[in-house]
C-alpha cells in the first residue's frame, strides 16, 4: 500500500519540536579529519545517478548538477534517521592494482536499510563508483560489486548557489514543510526555526523526515525568516525573509547567504 507523502509529513509533524540525535566525533571545525574503514556497493544504471528521488526528499535535484552524479545513499550510521542528509564525503578505494589515487565526493540523498548493520557502508551512483577506477577499468570495478573503501567528512561546495528553501507540496497557513536545499559547509542542519512577519520570537521547527522541516500553527504569516543551526559543529545562519508573504506550495525560495565551504 502507498501512502501519500503530503499525509505522512501532516501526520508525524504534529507539534513544533527538534528532534534530538547523538553529535558525530569531529574536531574544532566539525569535520572528521582521519580517513575511516567502510565498505562500497553500487545501484542504479552503470553510469546513473544511482537515487530516484531518495530518501533525504531532495526529489529530482539529484538528477541535475551540482548534485547530478555525486549521490549516494548509505546505511543509518551515517544516515542518522536523515539528519545525515545533505552531508559531503570523499571516498577512496584502495586497490591501486584497478582503483584511481584519487577521492570522488559524494552527497548523502538517500538512505540504504539494506546496507551493512556493522560497518559503515555507501551504495553510491553506478557514476561516482565507476569514477573510483583507473582509466578503463570502471566496468571490472562495478563487476566486483562490494569493494573495501576509505571515507572522511568533506565541506560540502555548491558554487554560485545560496541556500534554498523548497516549500513542500500540501503546506498552508496552518501546517508549514520546508525543504533545505544547497547548504555548504558541514552541509547537515541539527535544528531549524522560524519567525514570522513582524514577530521577535523565533519558533522551533520538527525534523519531519530527510531534509523536510515543519512547523504547525496559525495562521502562520509571512514573510518567513528562516535560522539553520548545523549538526556537525552548531554553526548558525539566519535568512531575514527569505520566504515570501505570498509564497506558493511547491515554489523555491532561495536566500542571499550560505555557510563557509571550510570545515
Sequence with gaps: MQFSPVIILATLCIVPQLTSSAPVTTNSHGSNSHWLPAVATWYGSANGDGSDGGACGYGTLVDVKPLHARVGAVNPILFKNGEGCGACYKVRCLDRSICSRRAVTVIIT????????TNTHFDLSGAAFGRLAISGESGPLRNRGLIPVIYRRTACKYRGKNIAFHVNEGSTDFWLSLLVEFEDGEGDIGSMHIRQAGASEWLEMKHVWGANWCIVGGPLKG???IKLTTLSAGKTLSATDVVPRNWAPKATYTSR?????VL
Excluded: A, I, R
Design 257 to 261: 547567504l550560505n555557510f563557509s565551504p
Design 223 to 225: 514573510p518567513f525568516s
Design 110 to 117: 538517500d538512505e540504504c536499510p539494506g546496507c551493512s548493520k
